[in-house]
C-alpha cells in the first residue's frame, strides 16, 4: 500500500465529465501453459486535449490496454466508456498509431495512404478526402512528398505520415503505442517536438504508451504510472511543466528518478519534496 506522499495534494475534483472511462479493467490473455493477467483493476479517467501517458516498464500491461481502449481486447473486468458509451468494438473515434510504420502500403503515394481510411469508411467522397489529406500533410510538413511512395521517406517521415493518417480522421481520441521507440535518438526528439507543437494548434486528445520516463515527463500533462507485470495503478502525476527544454535540468532529472522509484517502489531518499505540481497515490 503507498501512502499520499508529503508536500502534495491530491488531484482536484473533477468538475466536467471525462472523454475517456477506465473502471477498475483487467485484462488477460492465454498462453499454451496458463492464463496470465495483463492488468488488475486498473481505472483512470482523460480530460478533452488531455496529453495522458501510460508509463510503466516492459510487461505490465500497458499496450493491451491501449488496444483494449481501442476496442480490440475485451476486458475481463470493468469496463471502459467514451463520453459515457461502452467500448465494445474498435470505431474510428479511437485511431492507433503503431510501432511500425511499414503498415503504410507501398503501392500507394502519401496522400493516398492519408486518403485511404477516409475513403474506405465512407467519411468523406474523393475531393473532401484529399482536401483533408493535404491540409494534414501541410500540419506535418509533408506537403511537398504528397506524391511521393513510402519506401523513399526517412522512418521520422513515415512517423509523420501515420500520424497525418490517424488525425485526418478526425477522432476522438489519438491513441499511441510507443510511436518513436524504433527511431533514432535524434529523430525521436524531433519527432517528440513536431508531436507538441501539432498539439498546440490542432489541441486533440492523446493516449500514449511508453517506457521511457524522459519521452513521457515531454510528452505527457498527465501521467499514469503502472506497476510490473500484472499492470496496477501505482500513481497518476501532473507533469505540464516540463517540455523539450526541461531535458537535463536538474528538476527534470530529479522527477525522473522520482518516478523510478515510484514504478518499482524504491525507498525514498531523504528529501520530502517531489517536484511534481500535482500527484495522486493510488492505494
Known sequence: MNA??????????KTTEALLSVDHVSLEYRTPERVVRATHQVSFEIDPADRFVLLGPSGCGKSTLLKSIAGFIKPCE????LLGQKVEQPGP????????FDQLPPWKT???????PLLASKTLKRREAEERALYYLEKVGLTAFADAYPH????GMKARVAIAR????????????EPFAALDALTRRKMQEELLLLWEEVRFTLLFVTHSIEEALVVGNRILLLSP???????????????????????????????HR??????????????????RIAY
Do not use: C, W
Open 4 to 13: 499520499p506522499l508529503q508536500g502534495h495534494t491530491a488531484s482536484n475534483p
Open 78 to 81: 470493468g469496463e471502459i466508456r
Open 93 to 100: 473515434d479511437r485511431i492507433v498509431v503503431f510501432q511500425e
Open 110 to 116: 502519401v496522400k493516398q495512404n492519408v486518403m485511404f
Open 152 to 155: 523513399t521517406l526517412s522512418g
Open 166 to 177: 490517424a488525425l485526418a480522421m478526425q477522432p476522438k481520441i489519438l491513441l499511441m503505442d
Open 229 to 259: 507485470h500484472p499492470g496496477r495503478v501505482r500513481a497518476e502525476i501532473h507533469s505540464h511543466q516540463y517540455d523539450l527544454h526541461s531535458l537535463g535540468g536538474v528538476a527534470f532529472q530529479a522527477s525522473a528518478r522520482r518516478i
Open 262 to 279: 515510484l514504478l518499482f517502489d524504491e525507498a525514498p531518499e531523504a528529501e520530502t519534496e517531489l517536484g511534481f505540481a500535482d500527484i
